[in-house]
């Protein structure tokens, strides 16, 4: 049975999203960083000199850049097509579903059985408001936000709902309450987000790939995201939002296979992993020490940990004689690649912030 919205609404307001402000706790239970007065970590590779210290690479596997392809709107007639991409190429989307109109016109906007079935299939769903900033319902902009939530959290399951993105063309938004109730709001103002400068209330997003081949002096084209001599592109993260698709496929089709062509630079995102990684990311502190022949990894952030748990891929220069490192954080073993620069061994080991420390031992 479908819930439905004034009954269950309290829900989601009385879950309290960070510490009272003022508690020691406060500074370590963030929802949303806004924009960073200055960047957290340099977009320069770093490679830590000895065993007792380690960095957090600025994106997953220390891949170069990152990629993420959101659709708004509900747009039920392109999901076949949306989801035999995903088959094709291994990702995943991000749907920012106007919640208030699922289940009318089921045709174009879904019912809640299909948009379940859209997370069962590894798809990730998210809000884009409950209204649409609807002039004809007359929403407070942050009521607008906690109806769209509220929806999603009681007739979805097995995923967390906290990201929106900004409804267009109708009432005018606010960025204070966006952040206030999501981990990450998606706007529209189409360049790329500088690596270590996402401002998380209100991301940057290109519509569509209609400028993804454009030539590197393009503000919007994939050239330059892998050069490191392109001192505004490289290492960025390229967002991009799709309405209908419908004209666009020989474009998407073109982008993907060179995305794919360059999968081991390029890390594709849902756009939720991006604001946990991001800003994860951006408050982490990382230290090292050893004992025994053992070495140790605590790794903390300042983001609150009931909707930040993505882990962080930590980069630590092995020790002399190891070959390869065995990795594990509360008794579960912890993903790790070996790497070689300037004839040095560094692992970069996989460690959910918060969650304990990581040992490490010779393989």
Avoid at 246 to 270: M, N, P, R, Y
Avoid at 321 to 338: I, L
Wanted: proline share 5%; hydrophobic share 35%.
């Amino acid at each position: 049975m479908v819930k439905t919205l004034d009954t269950l609404l309290f829900l989601l307001v009385s879950i309290p999203l960070t510490a009272p402000a003022g508690s020691e706790d406060a500074t370590r239970s963030l929802l949303n960083l806004g924009q960073l007065k200055k960047p957290h970590i340099p977009i320069a590779r770093q490679w830590p000199a000895d065993p007792n210290s380690a960095v957090v690479c600025l994106w997953p596997g220390g891949k170069t850049a990152a990629f993420s392809v959101t659709i708004d709107d509900n747009w039920r007639p392109d999901h076949a097509k949306w989801l035999a991409l995903s088959k094709k190429y291994g990702w995943y989307w991000t749907w920012f579903v106007i919640t208030g109109k699922v289940g009318t016109n089921v045709n174009f906007n879904g019912d809640w059985a299909h948009w379940q079935a859209m997370i069962d299939a590894g798809q990730d769903v998210q809000s884009h408001s409950f209204s649409h900033r609807s002039r004809k319902l007359n929403l407070p902009a942050r009521e607008d936000y906690e109806k769209g939530l509220a929806l999603l959290r009681n007739n979805l399951k097995n995923q967390r709902f906290c990201t929106l993105a900004y409804p267009g063309g109708g009432l005018p938004n606010d960025i204070q309450a966006g952040a206030q109730l999501h981990i990450g709001c998606r706007g529209t103002r189409g360049v790329l987000n500088p690596a270590n400068r996402i401002n998380y209330a209100n991301t940057n997003s290109l519509s569509g790939l209609k400028s993804f081949g454009k030539p590197e002096s393009h503000w919007a084209s994939f050239a330059g995201m892998l050069n490191p001599k392109n001192r505004r592109k490289y290492r960025a993260w390229m967002c991009v939002h799709f309405h209908g698709l419908k004209g666009q496929e020989k474009l998407v089709e073109e982008a993907f296979s060179t995305i794919k062509k360059h999968e081991d630079e390029i890390w594709v995102g849902k756009f939720r992993e991006v604001m946990m990684y991001g800003q994860e990311r951006d408050t982490a502190e990382v230290t090292v020490s050893s004992q025994n022949g053992e070495y140790q990894i605590t790794l903390r952030d300042r983001m609150d940990d009931r909707f930040f748990d993505f882990p962080l891929t930590i980069k630590w220069r092995l020790p002399q004689g190891w070959e390869q490192v065995k990795a594990v954080q509360n008794g579960v073993e912890r993903p790790v690649t070996v790497i070689t620069h300037d004839n040095n061994r560094y692992a970069l080991i996989d460690i959910v912030p918060d969650r304990g420390v990581t040992h490490l031992q010779k393989r």
